[in-house]
């Protein structure tokens, strides 16, 4: 089992979510942890590369013909029902603050520490023909600041389809979360082997 640390260098405000409103604040807050401190999934991690390795094998490029045996079948691919399906042969854990910051915001007395790591931001619609904003169309996020996270990712696997699978993430996995498509999310990732 080859096992290597995902450095996930957040570039701005980023937020992954539930969809769960914060009442007459914000529209949508950002998942937290059980101690209170932004994350992101590792079930979202691994929904990206292996999205990120599909398409490099879908352009022909041969050396991605592992999707399937290393990130496992689906039902969508052959027909198969849910129980005929193959698991893969990856695991990437939840991506979180470094293990020393973690313990600073944690031991934090003042939820001020953990308030600041967080900010709300608003939009609203504009009306094209009287430049003011339509009438209740303000929406507010939750939004996490510019931070580095961790994972750890592990698989089942030869070098070279690490190597692979560490590029495909690095070249092809630049934005993560939601709201992408208003500039939230922009991520570089790089890798540190363990020894």
Known sequence: MLRTTMILKM??????????????????????????????PGKMLKGLIKD?????????????????????????????????????????????????????LIEEKSITAKDNITRNIYSTAIDDKTGTAKKASLRGYEVAVPMELYATLECDCDKTVLDSIKIATSKLVYVVGSHKSRGLGEVVIEFRDEA
């Open 11 to 40: 570039q701005g405000y980023w937020a992954v979510g539930s969809g769960k409103g914060g009442g007459n604040e914000v529209d949508n807050r950002i998942d937290r942890d059980s101690e209170g401190l932004p994350y992101i």
């Open 52 to 104: 990120a390795c599909n398409r490099l094998n879908q352009s022909g490029n041969s050396s991605y013909s592992f999707v399937e045996e290393i990130f496992g079948s689906s039902e969508e691919n052959k027909g198969l029902n849910r129980t005929s399906t193959n698991s893969g042969k990856i695991y990437i854990s939840d991506a979180r603050l470094s293990p020393a910051l973690r313990s600073a």
